[in-house]
């Protein structure tokens, strides 16, 4: 098989990586797989069996019990297969995004999910994104970008994102969620959230979708001639 290729973004919530990356990805035809959707799902399946996920114990015995898979429909959305169950919806709550990041702490669902990312970058071209994909989950990718906005300017999109859906946002709230996420997934002792010293940084705080797409677009074309 022939290497294959891989996009690396990583950065704090709220930067744009899933946006951006999906855009990258529908461009260059690779697969985009956005990790913390994973992590997600492991936190909904221990929420769902009442494990808490500052429970080491809980979640180490229960772990085995989680069969993970990652889907695509025609439109290039990823899926979340939860033991046979779509639960795509399901882990898009503030709730699910405060327990991911705990339980993303836990060296148990770390190491599972490890080999799962590197299983899909080793069989497809992929735009991965997360916190650890640069430093951790593929060191050797060819593209390495570490997307970043100042906590006001993330907090500022959630809060119009969630009320161009019609829903309630109180953007101090939504601020201080950030901040407490940005805090727990740059602290963790494994596999911090943290630029690679090879990563690019690129700050959205004052650029398009757009923009940011098309420096990232020039990142790529410059490292790997697509
Ligand atoms: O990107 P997200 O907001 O969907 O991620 C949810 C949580 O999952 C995030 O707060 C930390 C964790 N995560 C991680 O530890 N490593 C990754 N590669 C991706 C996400």
Redesign the pocket.
């Known amino acids: 098989m022939s290497k294959t290729i891989s996009i690396a973004i990583d950065g704090p919530?709220g930067a744009g990586?899933s946006t951006i990356a999906r855009r990258i990805a529908g461009e260059l035809g690779f697969y985009y797989v956005?990790?913390?959707?994973i992590?997600?799902t492991v936190a909904y399946f221990m929420d769902l069996l009442g494990v808490s996920p500052k429970d080491t114990d809980g979640v180490e015995r229960y772990i085995d019990e989680l069969t993970v898979g990652i889907e695509y429909d025609e439109d290039g959305l990823q899926h979340m297969i939860m033991n046979g169950m779509d639960v795509t919806g399901d882990i898009r709550t503030q709730d699910i995004?405060q327990k991911?990041?705990l339980i993303?702490a836990q060296p148990v669902v770390r190491e599972v999910l490890l080999d799962m990312q590197r299983e899909v970058a080793r069989q497809h071209n992929v735009v991965m994104d997360?916190?650890?994909?640069a430093t951790v989950?593929l060191p050797e990718a060819q593209v390495k970008i570490f997307l970043t906005a100042s906590a006001e300017v993330r907090a500022k999109r959630r809060t119009d994102e969630l009320i161009a859906k019609g829903q309630k946002a109180d953007f101090n709230k939504i601020l201080q969620e950030i901040q407490q996420?940005d805090y727990?997934?740059t602290h963790r002792p494994i596999?911090p959230l943290k630029m690679a010293r090879d990563s690019v940084k690129v700050d959205t705080s004052e650029m398009t979708i757009d923009q940011v797409v098309q420096t990232i677009r020039n990142i790529v074309t410059e490292k790997t001639g697509r």
Do not use: H, W
């Not at 997360?130 to 994909?133: A, N, W």
């Open positions: 919530a990586k956005d990790t913390g959707a992590y997600r995004s991911a990041s993303s997360g916190r650890d994909i989950v996420r727990q997934d596999a």
